[in-house]
């Protein structure tokens, strides 16, 4: 799933700025044609085909997390105050990584 998603981002990055060069919002600035998937809107078939494999892909990734119960293992419960607590930690560069195998609090949040 995981590079399923990767590809079809830059599928969607790509036929996006083909679209937007066929009309641009900002006079004289367009993509290079290297960096475009097609040269002009008609290709943004691709930027729609793009957008159901993503839909595709997260709702097979809740369906599995659901039925795993992946969710409610790793990501519940999420406790305002840890996630509060992590912030903090975070800002003042303390935030803790002995078990990476575990979510901290804004990670379940998120």
């Known amino acids: 799933m995981h ?3 990767a590809v079809v ?3 969607m990055i790509t036929s996006g700025w083909s679209i937007y060069d ?3 919002i900002i006079p004289g600035f367009h993509f290079s ?3 475009r998937l097609g ?3 008609a290709w943004s078939n691709w930027h729609f ?3 159901w494999f993503l839909i595709i892909d997260g709702l097979s990734y809740g369906a599995y997390g659901f ?3 992946r969710f409610r293992e790793k990501l519940l419960p999420i406790r305002p105050t840890e996630v509060v ?3 903090i930690d975070t800002l003042h560069f303390k935030i803790a990584h002995e078990d990476v195998t575990m979510y901290n609090a804004v990670q379940n949040l998120l």
Do not use: C, E, P
Request: glycine letters at 8%.
């Open 3 to 5: 590079w399923v998603n």
């Open 9 to 11: 981002r830059l599928i």
């Open 22 to 24: 066929d009309d641009g």
């Open 33 to 35: 044609f290297f960096w």
């Open 39 to 41: 040269d002009w809107a």
């Open 49 to 51: 085909a793009g957008m």
């Open 67 to 69: 039925a795993s119960r």
């Open 85 to 87: 607590q992590t912030v």
